[in-house]
């Protein structure tokens, strides 16, 4: 069935993309209210699907849940705000996720960063619609279908329309909303794991044919099934899917999806990024862009294409054979709303290996629109939930009981070695990696027994131990206790878990109901207030005595432990099929650390300068290495001063300051090679930059940094000792 053949005119429609405005300079203001938008609408499958929108729009519809209690705040409620407005921090609504002009970071936080719910009345000055700092669309558009989505592209190239995108709004530095743009939200989108559920893929002859590409590939991998997952689709709705199948009592099989930790993250944003899945497997399985077999987007140019591999070869090593060629196909019909009337054909000159390279690690929302994604499946493990060595000693602390330091060092003994260094305790890497979290004091292990065989492995650990930590004052009450845990097996899976733990607020309205949705609440200030470190594994065990003293203090609370993101197996390259654009740091991370900004405690600002000096090569003036994780990293974060490698960007320098003198968090996440071949393919993909969202590879060019001699780093247990004690007693719960 035709939706509307208008479609087609504006969709192909070839008006130069430099135009009147020149090659990157779009249509802002009174120019893009201005422009022919009964065009676009009328070309929808439904004019309703094309809103105005306004700052007044985002105070009336979003502010409001702000203004709840956090305890009553969630996400979903600003998910279903009929604007599609709303992001998962009311600071993301303006432009630098700072709504007041000239101040520091430092100043902001003073000012605001107390803040846990807005006023009923008399709400602060800035918060006024007439705010000119407000970064929100005029133009609103909730695609349906692939035609709505190419109509979308095929004006904006026609009138050199900027593009923002957004399926949740969980996008910590801003990136899913921008003003002077048509914004795209996914959330009307066709949901096709929802609808289909999972495709198996056994027991079936796989014929050559592009439409059989992700069952190829997912069946030399080992994987016997597969999900589409569609652009507006969250892990909710990705989760409900599975464990529908798994429980239909005609399907004989059971299948396990890796994925995010919250039910309102969109598998989109959250697998491009990169994607961690401490709880769902990641250490064993893969970061999320491991999962992806097939990618259905429109590009810049106005192509509807689907890609992925078609070639790759074996490897006694890898987990994933190693790809080693892309392919792709272009749909001529996309204003068709049958897909199986769907006209597949060969493309025009599109480099799909690149574009495949770019898009699983790259970023979301700056490589085009994601239509839907095809994942792999993992054949069921049953879930052991445990309590960690150092989270049972966390818990003992928060009830006032006294556990000697050597014990506390002991425990942290073990969770070096288990993570990191198995064989030590007799394990295997995969004894280990089926265990992970996003904190480091309950693990989440798949496998029959895997959570036993972790506590199994502390038992012989400890009892090894015993005679010493007796004669050093330990009480034998204490070590038989520690070893007398056994897992948690009420759940079957992850989603189940979650549906337990975390459901929509009583009362909720909308396609969500009463689903599990995650544990996130929404923010007023930009969060959250981190570096994310991805701590190198070969440097932990290299400086294991320095670590061993750093996790035993940080992990003396339940939320210092909540610093510690474990995500990233023995040895995270197994996984990597070789065609991944995240960097070498995901792939050699032991751990993701999360360490609070030097505008909240400036004391730990040592840290910043040990971790650096230790871990990362700062010699090279020529090549920034890799050192944060995109997933997690806020609107505030930036790399370190380019003038001094080991030292944090001041907070007390202005933004302009910050952002000219500090390196970027483009180039502080990739690298500076990889954000430059990064770079390179954006030039390629979207030369006029139809899609710039902030902070996005592109949208801040890497300038030439200067070139000094770095400052050493210091380090000292005496100060550690002294800075710990101020945020023992729980500082970083305000922050984490």
């Not at 899913?176 to 559920?197: F, P």
């Not at 574009?355 to 994604?373: D, Q, Y």
């Not at 496998?447 to 065989?453: F, I, L, R, T, V």
């Not at 701590?535 to 940080?554: G, V």
Request: proline share 6%; hydrophobic share 35%.
């Amino acid at each position: 069935m035709k939706i509307n053949g208008k479609i087609v005119l504006v969709a192909v429609a070839t008006v130069s993309s430099q135009g009147a405005f020149g090659l990157n300079e779009k249509v802002r203001g009174d120019d893009l209210t201005n422009l022919p938008w009964s065009d676009l609408s009328t070309s929808l499958s439904s004019p309703e699907l094309l809103l105005d929108t306004s700052p007044a729009d985002y105070v009336a519809q979003c502010v409001p849940e702000f203004q709840k209690d956090m305890i009553d705040r969630h996400h979903l409620n600003l998910l279903e705000a009929p604007s599609g407005l709303c992001t998962n921090s009311l600071s993301s609504g303006f432009q630098d996720a700072t709504p007041t002009q000239n101040v520091s970071w430092a100043e902001w936080w003073a000012e605001w960063g107390h803040l846990t719910s807005l006023p009923q009345d008399n709400l602060p000055a800035w918060l006024d619609p007439k705010n000119p700092l407000y970064n929100i669309p005029s133009k609103v558009l909730f695609p349906a279908n692939a035609g709505d989505a190419s109509a979308a592209v095929g004006f904006a190239k026609q009138h050199n329309v900027e593009i923002s995108i957004k399926n949740s709004g969980h996008h910590y530095m801003g990136a899913s909303t921008k003003k002077d743009t048509l914004h795209m939200n996914m959330n009307k989108y066709k949901r096709y794991a929802t609808i289909n559920g999972p495709s198996e893929c056994k027991n079936t002859t796989i014929e050559e044919v592009f439409i059989n590409q992700p069952c190829n590939l997912a069946l030399a991998r080992g994987r016997q099934a597969t999900l589409r997952i569609g652009g507006g689709e969250n892990f909710n709705m990705a989760y409900d899917a599975v464990k529908a199948f798994n429980e239909d009592p005609q399907t004989s099989a059971k299948y396990h999806l890796v994925g995010g930790g919250s039910g309102t993250v969109s598998p989109m944003g959250w697998t491009w990024q990169g994607g961690l899945a401490g709880m769902t497997g990641g250490r064993k399985y893969g970061l999320g862009v491991d999962q992806v077999l097939q990618v259905e987007m429109i590009l810049p140019n106005g192509l509807h294409v689907r890609f992925g591999p078609t070639a790759w070869e074996d490897s006694d090593y890898l987990l994933y054979p190693k790809i080693t060629k892309v392919s792709g196909e272009c749909n001529e019909n996309p204003n068709e709303e049958d897909e199986s009337l769907w006209d597949w054909k060969v493309c025009p000159d599109v480099d799909f290996d690149d574009l495949w390279f770019a898009v699983r690690g790259g970023g979301g929302g700056t490589w085009g629109v994601v239509l839907s994604v095809h994942v792999q499946l993992h054949d069921y493990l049953p879930m052991e939930i445990v309590t960690t060595p150092v989270g049972a000693v966390a818990l003992r602390l928060l009830r006032g009981e006294v556990v000697p330091q050597v014990f506390q060092v002991a425990a942290w003994e073990f969770m070096i070695d288990f993570l990191w260094n198995p064989t030590a305790l007799g394990l295997s890497d995969d004894d280990s990696n089926k265990c992970g979290s996003t904190l480091m004091s309950d693990f989440f292990c798949y496998g029959e027994s895997s959570g036993a065989n972790l506590l199994t492995a502390w038992k012989d650990f400890i009892i090894a131990k015993n005679t010493t930590l007796l004669s050093l004052g330990v009480s034998s009450a204490l070590i038989d206790d520690s070893i007398a845990g056994s897992p948690n097996t009420m759940f079957a899976d992850f989603p189940d878990q979650l549906l337990a733990t975390f459901q929509a607020p009583e009362g909720t309205q909308g396609p969500h109901d009463d689903k599990a949705i995650g544990n996130e609440k929404p923010e007023i200030t930009p969060t959250p207030q981190i570096s994310t470190f991805l701590l190198p594994k070969k440097c932990i065990l290299e400086n294991r005595e320095y670590f061993l003293e750093f996790f035993a203090l940080i992990g003396q609370t339940p939320v210092g432990l909540g610093s510690f993101y474990v995500a990233f197996g023995v040895d995270a390259e197994i996984t990597n099929d070789q065609t991944t654009s995240v960097s070498d740091a995901y792939r050699e991370a032991g751990v993701q650390f999360m360490h609070p900004l030097n505008y909240i405690l400036p004391e730990f600002d040592f840290v910043y300068e040990d971790i650096m000096s230790m871990c990362y090569d700062t010699e090279n003036k020529d090549n920034f290495p890799p050192i944060y994780g995109s997933n997690h990293a806020g609107a505030t974060l930036l790399g370190p001063m380019k003038s001094n490698w080991t030292k944090s960007c001041p907070a007390e320098w202005t933004l302009e300051q910050r952002e000219s003198d500090c390196i970027s968090i483009q180039e502080a996440i990739y690298g500076t090679k990889l954000l430059g071949r990064l770079e390179g393919i954006k030039n390629t993909v979207d030369p006029t930059y139809m899609f710039d969202c902030y902070k996005c590879v592109g949208n801040n060019r890497v300038d030439a940094m200067e070139s000094s001699e770095p400052t050493e780093g210091t380090s000292s247990a005496s100060s550690m000792q002294v800075f710990f004690h101020l945020i023992l007693v729980g500082a970083l719960a305000s922050i984490l």
